[in-house]
């Protein structure tokens, strides 16, 4: 080649390059020439606000380079709080981070290397683990659903790509300079799985085989929440008036469906027997079909047992859930409070068919946490891709920009590799540094049974480890609140009050008190003092 590519911070970022650091690690003007940018933008429309950057004032761009900055709340006569390193907030914070870089010919005014996608040349960067002075690279594998986790680079060979290393995509942005087009590569660093990696565990409702409580079945306690504690509840004596009749329908046809639904997915040859017809021969399959084709879920009428009532919910789900037009009499009209199989029964019942953990399939491995690398030391596996940030952790990221040229292969050339960015950590979900973003949840119009049941369960809580094993220790609630728990631990729990009445309002009262209780002990009027209660009454009819 007649000239030697390279990489270099962001254009519009040269003149500070030059004259001044922003990374305290940088101290020559050549290694900060060399530094990728890292810029963070507050809004969601972040690539519309860079490219009207770049159009109207690129020499604007050095405002959105990204600093440490905290939104820590000031303490009572406290200085403003601070941040010493650099910490890359989540979009749910509102903030997103961009790096940036260009790729220029070492030749007099560094003009733009050209990348030819016809030749196959890409450009790209990767994200590099810093911890205990050394770099580590994300290994994907050839399967990149399945990644290997962390593997430590040689200090010879940080400035090389290692083999199947995941690579992030870059993309172009052309703007114009003193009459002159310019352009630089951006790319979005990922932050947004720092906690999800570390809380989520394994990603199956059935527990892995040999770990988790082998005394608590995830399917039984799915039945006492759609069938047990509903047909319970039902019995309750407060239900018992004629004004609720409908409500006590409504809820009976959904508990049917539920439990229609569950047979289907979790007691197949039970299913098959209620809906077709098809003959079981499992003791405790027969004994449940038997008890649900001679009882009845309304004693008041015995023109259905339950397997016909399961039937009928099924076939009739879309009249149930309000997708097709119900008939003037609904198809399905039963009290489930007047049942003749008890709550208890059918839940003993169903619980036998269910087939035991250990012959239903493994749940898959978690992505990331195999411990197997591709050569070299072998990832941690307890290590999540993006850990997040905590007082007394010592991981740090950074970025490095890649100029991809497989017709150079083998050269050495052929995969240039830039320096590495100002390194960074990744805030968690939960930062006292991060800002706080204003978030709306809009509640469901159709609030009834079936409006509610065409939501899809979308919404997934994840619990930390350590709020995990809190949790467990809770007994008894009301001994929590005391301090005891089940493991003889205690702690003290603060208590916030929160009062409507306006703190003034409090001052005058007691300031009142007081001298009404003074004034008393030399007129003795108290006892004259009349406190009344307006009583709304109803005016005569004439």
Known sequence: MSHVVQWVTASPLWDDAVNESTNPAVATREERMREPALLRFESDSFMEELAHLLETKPETLRAKRAKPKTYRLKLPGEPEPTLDYLKLYQAVHGHFYLVAATLVCRLPGLPEHEVSSTLGETVRFVLRRLADGSEWAWIVGPDPAKPLGWKEIASTDRDTLVAEEQQLPMFPMAFKTNDRRRK?????????????????????????????????????????????????????????????????????????????????????????AVHDGSAVTDADDVALVNQLKANFPDTGDTSKTWAQALKTAWDKKRELMGEEHAPATPSLMVNLQNSSLSAAELTTLVGNVLEPLSSLPKPPPVAGVTSAGAGGATPDPTVPKLQPDTQDSAVRYAVRCVYLRPQCEPLDHAKLVSAPSEDFAIAPFFDYDAPARSIQITMPLDTSIAGLRKHRKNVNILIGKQLREQMTRVADLKKATEGDFADAQSFDLGVMCSFSIPIISICALIVLSIFIGLLNIVFWWMPFLKICFPIGLEAKKA
């Open 184 to 272: 630089l590569y951006v790319g979005l660093v990922p932050t947004s799985s720092a906690e999800a990696f570390k809380a989520a565990g394994k990603f199956s409702p059935l527990p892995a085989s040999g770990g988790g409580d082998p005394g608590k079945d995830p399917r039984k306690e799915e039945l006492d929440r759609i069938v047990t504690r509903p047909m319970v509840g039902l019995k309750d004596p407060k239900l018992s008036s004629d004004k609720l009749y409908q409500q006590k329908l409504d809820a009976s046809r959904f508990i049917l469906l539920d439990l229609a639904e569950f047979l289907q997915a979790h007691a197949k040859p039970v299913w098959a």
